[in-house]
């Protein structure tokens, strides 16, 4: 089935951990995303990639870091938890960045930084 | 940043009942696309518009792209216990051309049978 999966669901990691939060998308769209979401505040854009080997900062970039490798990955690190970090992460794919920025989501992780 | 405003920022009807809320901007946008979030699932999307004045119809909602540019409207008629989650509404700014998107704080939906 089309679409895009992240992993882990969810995962609790103590604070000064490195996380790595995965990312796969199949439907060989150019464009991926990564948002976190917090209670009041809505989604806000952590980093960006509009193509493979490319990749840029969003609203909300400190303390994470993205690699696009290759189309289908995305994946969002955490080199060093801290507890403002505990939230609802979802990663988004569109097939173009111009006009027409239709953006198809995952199921999400959710992780807690104690 | 960029902000989106939505309204309201939650509903409470009856099963039957029909339902408005919008989005409001200071920018202009090229496009508009409402979302529903049902809990411990990501946003699916609903409807996409793409041209000023242009409504759209996906079953029993209906959106419509503001003739300013600068607001989007989301109807959804006959409401059902189903409707129950959040929505949200996301808009590209003209002339964008790195794909960002920019959220509402989206509507939180209740629907008492």
């Known amino acids: 089935i089309a679409g895009i999966t992240q992993a882990p669901t969810s995962q609790i990691l103590a604070a000064g951990r490195r996380m790595t939060l995965r990312c796969t998308q199949d439907?060989?769209?150019?464009?991926m995303y990564w948002y976190r979401q917090d209670l009041g505040l809505g989604l806000r854009l952590i980093h960006y990639s509009n193509t493979a080997g490319t990749t840029g900062k969003g609203e909300v970039p400190d303390g994470y870091s993205v690699s696009r490798a290759n189309t289908d990955d995305f994946p969002l690190t955490l080199a060093s938890a801290v507890p403002s970090q505990t939230s609802v992460y979802f990663c988004?794919?569109?097939?173009?960045?111009?006009?027409?920025?239709?953006?198809?989501f995952g199921p999400g992780t959710r992780l807690t930084v104690l | 940043g960029q902000q989106l405003n939505q309204s309201p920022q939650s509903m409470f009807i009856q099963e039957g009942e029909d339902v408005s809320m919008n989005c409001t901007s200071s920018s202009i946008f090229n496009t508009w696309l409402w979302y529903k979030q049902d809990p411990g699932e990501g946003p699916v999307l609903l409807i996409a518009?793409?041209?000023?004045?242009e409504l759209t119809s996906n079953g029993r909602l209906t959106a419509q792209f503001g003739i300013t540019r600068k607001d989007s409207f989301l109807n959804i008629s006959a409401s059902i216990p189903s409707d129950v989650g959040i929505y949200f509404c996301?808009?590209?700014?003209?002339?964008?051309?790195?794909?960002?998107?920019?959220f509402g704080r989206g509507t939180q939906l209740t629907v008492w049978p």
């Open positions: 518009l793409y041209k000023a004045g």
């Open positions: 439907m060989r769209h150019n464009a």
């Open positions: 988004a794919s569109s097939p173009r960045t111009s006009s027409y920025n239709e953006q198809f």
């Open positions: 996301a808009g590209q700014l003209r002339g964008s051309t790195l794909g960002r998107l920019y």
